[in-house]
């Protein structure tokens, strides 16, 4: 018999990669907590808002994890999510779950809020499994652990959108965001073809998860080589490529405000 642990829901439930460990995860916190007033509330819009009830937002972030990672039933993939992490022990970055404030560092599969890893079952499938977790929105933000995988694909790409579309409960809305651009051209061009490929995938498999191509010439203009907004050693060379500072991802939210607003009231229509 399935045991459901204690567990403080969120209203809101942000998952991603290493980008949310690092310091994305508060802002992502900060932004969906004040959606009144980072978006154009009109009357349809503050009838939609009291299916997120006090908007109480939580986020976990998997190093190395991708939209695969959590729709596979074992195997490497899986692993990335579940495996101990050998050097560090532990593998997320969570924020607010079970209404803590603060950052936490946790391996996932240990502790009552991040049982996501049962035998061939995916993550999403434990997640999702009796109310287990059960968000009144859930907001994906991946992209650069399968930039070459969707940018050199579109047939993987479009089975990625469609295993999350098949695993993330029918009630539960849903908006996928890009992930901020990184410090090096190059990945960037990578990673905006990425983009445009499950973009076009999640579109294609259904409307139950809308997408927001935050990845996108302004974002780069503003973040994509500005060493201000990456970390760097005491030289001032960027020693962190892909993990831009909390400053950057306020740039990016900010510039993506009025798409990021839209898919939220899409999704809860």
Known sequence: MYAKPSLSQPDILVLGDSQISFGAGKEYLSFFEQLTERCNITPQRQKALRKLGERKT?????????????????????????DVDKKFGVNAGAYGINDNPKRVFVQIGKGDAYQFCKPNKTAFEAMFEQGYYKPNLLVLTFLGNSADRWAHSP?????????????????????????????????????????????????KAGNQCAVVEGFNQQTR?????????????????????????????????????????????????
């Open 58 to 82: 939580a986020a976990i972030g998997v190093r190395s994890t991708s939209l695969q990672s959590w729709t596979t039933p074992r195997g490497a993939a899986k692993g990335a999510i579940c």
């Open 155 to 203: 047939e993987l790409a479009a089975k990625d959108a469609r295993a999350t579309l098949a695993q993330v409960p029918r009630d539960v809305p849903c908006v996928f965001i890009s992930s901020v651009p990184v410090y090096l051209e190059k990945t960037n061009d990578t990673r905006m073809r990425a983009q445009t490929e499950i973009a076009r995938a999640f579109k």
């Open 221 to 269: 203009a503003a973040i994509e080589g500005q060493a201000v907004y990456f970390r760097r050693n005491d030289s001032g060379r960027v020693k962190d490529p892909h993990h831009p500072k909390p400053a950057a991802i306020r740039q990016f939210l900010e510039i993506n405000s009025a798409q990021i607003c839209s898919a939220v009231f899409k999704s809860l229509r």
